[in-house]
């Protein structure tokens, strides 16, 4: 028995680090597409025979004893979560107003003022998502969702992009700068409740009840921020596409913890700086 334990923990700890091992593009698609080992059945019991009481207590005496549930169920506990990291891909668009084209550009690019971008988001898992802007206040606004918008509006369906704005674009105006973006993706809401109810500010608030709703919100962003320092956090850029349903200067941001230390594998966060000139 202690041999098949110290079996099974060294084939986790051997996936686990083999997951560590793998790019944060790798482990945002092995979500999709990593195998899980099928479930060990469950033993059949077989019906006693209608024979003798006398036979069937022999038979049952005979009988081995049932083995214990299998080692490789635990294994399969202990490893499921290494296949399922959440993660959250993200492209900066750059827009034609005229037409409204858009093609996917570097997320570390120098825009022009006058130049209109917009973004895209999918999810390797369905989830809740939180976009927000840091206005030249210094105040934290949210894009998504927004007052207006339902109450289901920020859920997103795993490998759905989600384009925002939906139809428009952001245009950047004559001041040189850098905006910022402060993205959340949770796997449910109750993992940013604070900062679910600080987005959702009342279409009717009055203006005493807005800037204690900004504070309250700037202080969430404070609060997420922490989560930029963790090392479980991986980021990694791919100028070229390596699928046929790629994008160009896709960026991957994955959550690699495995909710020790305190920190959660149930959310991402990251931040994007959109430069212009």
């Known amino acids: 028995m202690k041999l098949r334990l110290t079996l099974a923990l060294t084939f986790v700890l051997a996936v686990i680090l083999s997951a560590e091992d793998l790019t944060p593009r790798a482990l945002y698609y ?5 195998s899980q080992p099928a479930p060990q059945p469950s033993p059949q019991k077989k019906a006693s025979p209608p024979s003798a009481p006398s036979t069937t207590n022999a038979v049952n005496r005979t009988r081995p004893t049932p083995p214990a549930p299998p080692v490789v169920n635990q294994t399969q506990a202990a490893i499921r ?16 107003a005229a037409s409204g084209k858009a093609q996917p550009v570097s997320s570390e690019r120098t825009f022009r003022s006058g130049e209109c971008v917009a973004l895209e988001i999918e999810s390797n898992e369905a989830g809740y998502l939180y976009i927000l802007n840091q206005g030249t206040s210094g105040n934290w606004q949210p894009l998504l969702p927004s007052s207006e918008m339902p109450e289901e509006s920020n859920r997103i369906a795993a490998r759905k992009t989600v384009r925002v704005p939906e139809q428009h674009c952001f245009r950047f105006d004559d001041r040189p ?4 973006m402060f993205v959340v993706l949770a796997r449910n809401a109750q993992q940013v ?4 109810r600080a987005v959702r500010t009342p279409v009717e608030a009055t203006p005493a009840q807005t800037p204690v709703m900004t504070v309250a919100l700037n202080k969430q962003v404070d609060v ?3 989560d930029l320092r963790s090392r479980d956090l991986k980021i990694q850029r791919v100028a070229e596409p390596q699928a046929a349903n790629e994008p160009a ?6 959550n690699t913890s495995t909710g020790g ?3 959660t594998p149930d959310r991402v966060v990251t931040e994007i700086a959109l430069k212009h000139q």
């Open 177 to 180: 700068g850098t905006e910022m």
């Open 193 to 196: 409740n604070d900062l679910n």
């Open 249 to 254: 200067h896709a960026v991957y941001v994955v």
């Open 81 to 96: 979560p290494v296949s399922h990291r959440l993660g959250l891909r993200y492209n900066l668009l750059l827009v034609d």
């Open 261 to 263: 230390g305190g920190s």
């Open 224 to 226: 997420l921020r922490a």
């Open 30 to 34: 092995r979500a999709q597409t990593g």
